[in-house]
Each structure stands twice: as structure tokens, then as C-alpha cells.
């Protein structure tokens, strides 16, 4: 059967995916915050997953605000890199792996969650900047890759409770797909940031620290975290941390911390990343 190997918490701030592909990563501003990814990479390559389920949000790429799919996932054989206004990143396809997306739609589901599912669609930072981070430039990315997005730019997004419980759902859903795949699952956002408004540039590590804290320890206390909360501690765009409570649901209570670091500033977002394992 397939296995859960791993999950990762992972910021998705487009400014370092242009900080990778235009080679400034050892830059005086980049390197401190690259320097502390290098642990992530070294435990992503000894684990060499077969497929990563990449929970992210789509940014009016692949969805606007004529569609509004709370929870859609990836069905095809490839997702090309999507043009955000600038032209697409200089990064390979992600190849998908219908096989198991097509399971997951179907357990997931029957598990009473419904899910938008898509048979086209291209992928854009959210996606690729966390496999950047991850896995570098490779000329090809070294695993296949499930899409999941969620909603949390149109209100009302999914409450942190909903994902935590969607991740509990995939975990099942993977456990019962007969292949011998390795899996990792990504939570992608966050962390605390907002970029509009009189609060632009806002940065909470204290509650940020909270939320990893929690996140290893308690998840199911951090996912009662209400909206509000989000919104006043986090700022308007820190509601994607619920992304990374559908990685943590994923994995049982007990895990093992293998690699935590965040940096501020990157772009104006406090930037985390966080690899567990089951334990």
C-alpha cells in the first residue's frame, strides 16, 4: 500500500521563486533565508517521495472570481507553469499522477467532501515556488505531483477545523491506494503577512511561533483557530495557514520535528518551513 512519509509546511512568497530562478539566491538579502533551507532539501532527497500532494491556492491563474471551488484537485497527466503577468517560470511541467488523484477524488469524496475536479489547469506560484524550495532547479521535478487547492482568497474559506479534518480524509485515502508509492503531503501559505491596507507589511512572529508550536504539539487546538483570529493576529492573507492544518491532518498525532526555520522579512511575509515525519 502506499505510505505517508512526510509533511511540509511550506511559504510560498513569489519573490523567492524569482530569487532561485534568476540565481540570486546568494545574494546579501537571500542567502541567510537559503542557508536555512538547505536541512529541508537533504531530508526531502533521503526520503525521495514518489508523489507530493501539494495543498496551495490558486492566485486568479487557474480560477477567478466567475468560479470559486472551495476544494478542487488535480486530475491530469501534467500542469504547465502558469503565466502570472509576467510569463510563465522558467520551471519544468509538474506531471501529475492521475491514478491516485482519481482515487483520492474518489475516496475523499465518499468521505463527504465534496471537491471540484479539474482536468486542465495550469499551476502557479503557490504550487511552484514550495517545489522550488524543496527541490531546487532540477531539470525535471523528481517525483509526480496531486494538486489540491484551496479557497482562501474569496471569503468564506474553509475553517481550519474543515482542512485539518480533509487532511485525516487524504490519510485514509492513501492508506487504501494499492501502490507502493511514497507520499509526502505540502501545506502551502502563510505565514503571518498582509499586503494591502494600513496594516501592509504586518509581522507577527509571536503568534506565528504559536501556531508551529501548536501545529507540531496540538493540532487539534490550533485547528479551532476561527477566522477572525487569523485576521486580526496574521493579517488578511495569514487565513493560508489553514493550508498547512490539511498537511498536518495528514499525518498521525504523533510526529517528529525534523526541521523548522522561518526568516523575516522575505518579500514583507514572515516566512516559514517545516518538515515532520509520523512517528
Not at 532561485?20 to 541567510?32: E, V
Not at 484551496?150 to 479534518?165: A, E, I, K, S
Not at 520535528?257 to 515532520?276: K, Q
Amino acid at each position: 500500500m502506499a505510505r505517508l512519509v512526510g509533511g511540509v509546511g511550506c511559504s510560498h512568497v513569489p519573490a523567492v521563486g524569482v530569487a532561485i530562478d534568476k540565481g540570486t539566491t546568494g545574494d546579501p538579502y537571500w542567502a541567510p533565508y537559503f542557508t536555512k533551507v538547505v536541512p529541508a532539501r537533504e531530508w526531502m532527497a533521503e526520503v525521495d517521495p514518489d508523489v507530493c500532494i501539494v495543498v496551495y491556492n490558486d492566485h486568479a491563474s487557474a480560477f477567478g472570481l466567475d468560479v470559486i471551488p472551495t476544494f478542487a484537485l488535480g486530475l491530469a497527466d501534467a500542469f504547465p507553469p502558469a503565466d502570472e503577468g509576467y510569463g510563465p517560470r522558467p520551471v519544468p511541467p509538474v506531471l501529475g499522477h492521475p491514478e491516485l488523484a482519481w482515487h483520492l477524488a474518489e475516496s475523499l469524496i465518499l468521505d463527504e467532501f465534496d471537491l471540484t475536479l479539474v482536468n486542465e489547469m495550469p499551476v502557479d506560484h503557490g504550487l511552484t515556488v514550495p517545489l522550488s524550495v524543496m527541490f531546487g532547479q532540477p531539470e525535471a521535478w523528481p517525483c509526480r505531483v496531486v494538486p489540491l487547492l484551496v479557497n482562501v482568497v474569496q471569503y468564506p474559506p474553509p475553517t481550519g477545523h474543515r482542512c485539518y479534518r480533509l487532511g485525516q480524509a487524504i490519510a485514509r485515502a492513501v492508506a487504501a491506494f494499492e501502490g507502493d508509492e511514497k507520499v509526502v503531503v505540502f501545506g502551502t501559505g502563510g505565514m503571518s503577512h498582509q499586503l494591502q491596507g494600513q496594516r501592509a507589511g504586518l509581522v507577527n512572529v509571536e503568534f506565528d511561533t504559536a501556531f508551529l508550536d501548536g501545529l507540531v504539539a496540538d493540532p487539534e487546538a490550533v485547528a479551532r483557530i476561527p477566522h477572525v483570529e487569523y485576521l486580526r493576529e496574521a493579517g488578511s492573507e495569514g487565513i493560508e495557514l489553514v493550508m498547512w492544518l490539511v498537511m498536518r491532518g495528514a499525518l498521525p498525532t504523533a510526529v517528529r520535528e525534523v526541521h523548522r526555520a522561518t526568516h523575516v522579512p522575505t518579500s514583507n511575509t514572515h516566512n516559514g518551513l517545516l518538515v515532520l515525519e509520523p512517528r
